[in-house]
């Protein structure tokens, strides 16, 4: 059972901006980074933000990030079929001693 | 580039043993964190373990620890995930991932990701 709490589903049209939610506590978000990752169907997780708000090169602008206490969000925009896939939120736990994933979003683009 | 590539997943019935191995290259391996994550069928990621640079710490997720054992050969630029007492809820895509934070633990950042072994654990 994830500590980090997703949404397991979202869904926008293309073009549409959407957002993921991901609320933890104070052993993880309240006090670490959040990473989002993204797993299209078939493929190895990729860092999509990584310190909350950063984008690694290669990534579109359409992706964004924040962080709010213990909440983080990833907003997509400009909606593309291609984006079709899981994201996870991430953060380091405290008591863990390790990385906890939230359980993961599905994005339909219908 | 910075590449990672997981072997020796399989089909293993309850109770067997399985070693994954991780071969790194593209990066001097001796300077960086490794973790292991697995992907459950229909479920979502769950992070597994990770291991020092140096070797000189490891840590494992409850649902793993005194059954799995996470090692690595920097002169082989390898890291090792040693499954025993193997159960069917271990049946997922193993992945190992680089900690990018050389010689310090950058949380929960993981960059990049290998394409992942499967473990099939059923009788």
């Known amino acids: 059972q994830s500590v980090l709490t997703q949404p397991p589903s979202a869904s926008g049209t293309p073009g549409q901006r959407v957002t993921i939610s991901c609320s933890g506590g104070?052993?993880?978000?309240?006090?670490?980074?959040v990473y989002w990752y993204q797993q299209l169907p078939g493929t190895a997780p990729k860092l999509l933000i990584y310190k909350n708000t950063q984008r690694p090169s290669g990534v579109p602008d359409r992706f964004s990030g924040s962080k709010s206490g213990t909440s983080a969000s990833l907003a997509i925009s400009g909606l593309r079929s291609e984006d079709e896939a899981d994201y996870y939120c991430?953060?380091?736990?405290?008591?863990?001693?390790?990385?906890?994933f939230g359980g993961g979003t599905y994005l339909t683009v219908l | 580039q910075v590449q990672l590539v997981e072997s020796g997943g399989g089909v293993v019935q309850p109770g067997g043993s399985l070693r994954l191995s991780c071969a790194a290259s593209g990066f001097i391996f001796s300077n960086y964190v490794m973790h292991w994550v697995r992907k459950v069928p229909g479920k979502g990621l769950e992070w597994v373990a990770f291991?020092?640079?140096?070797?000189?710490?490891?840590y494992y997720a409850d649902s793993v620890k005194g059954r799995f054992t996470i090692s690595r050969d920097n002169s082989k630029n390898t890291l090792y995930l040693q499954m025993n007492s193997l159960r069917p809820e271990d049946t997922a895509v193993y992945y190992c991932?680089?900690?990018?934070?050389?010689?310090?633990?950058?949380?929960?950042?993981?960059?990049?990701w290998g394409q992942g072994t499967l473990v099939i654990v059923s009788s």
């Open positions: 991932a680089k900690d990018p934070a050389m010689k310090g633990s950058g949380g929960a950042w993981l960059d990049p």
């Open positions: 991430a953060a380091w736990d405290d008591s863990l001693s390790g990385p906890m």
């Open positions: 291991m020092r640079y140096d070797g000189s710490d490891r």
């Open positions: 104070s052993s993880n978000i309240g006090s670490n980074n």
